[in-house]
């Protein structure tokens, strides 16, 4: 049995009795931004149904998991967390809600974590949609 199996299983379990779920943290960077794994899962309000690897599971939305990157990056210092932010960035920024961004950025204080992780996105290739 592979991780898939084993959060496929969960989520079935989940769902079956009819508890709300979505994965978030690192799984929400692994399906929208760059692969890496720990096991990072939460409830929360803002979720979508996704397929990944043949899995259909809840993950919370990409703007989500961006500001809970910059959140933990705040609080922890923690330079992977900016690189997941950037990572989601830079695969998905053409289709992320900058609005929704902008106002938790601004709302919680990340705009240096913000920036920080636009640095590293323009590093590797790209701002998202606006390719500067």
Known sequence: MNFFDVVQRIAMALERVGIPYMLTGSFGSVYYGLPRSTRDAAKFSRRRRVDMQDVSLFVASAEDIVLAKLEWAKLGESQRQIEDAAGIWRMRGDSLD?????????????????????????????????KQ
Do not use: T, V
């Not at 929704?100 to 701002?127: H, R, V």
């Open 98 to 130: 900058r609005s929704y961004l902008d106002k938790w950025i601004g709302e919680l204080g990340l705009a240096e974590q913000w920036s920080q992780a636009l640095g590293i996105a323009m590093d590797f290739g790209g701002l998202g949609p606006e």
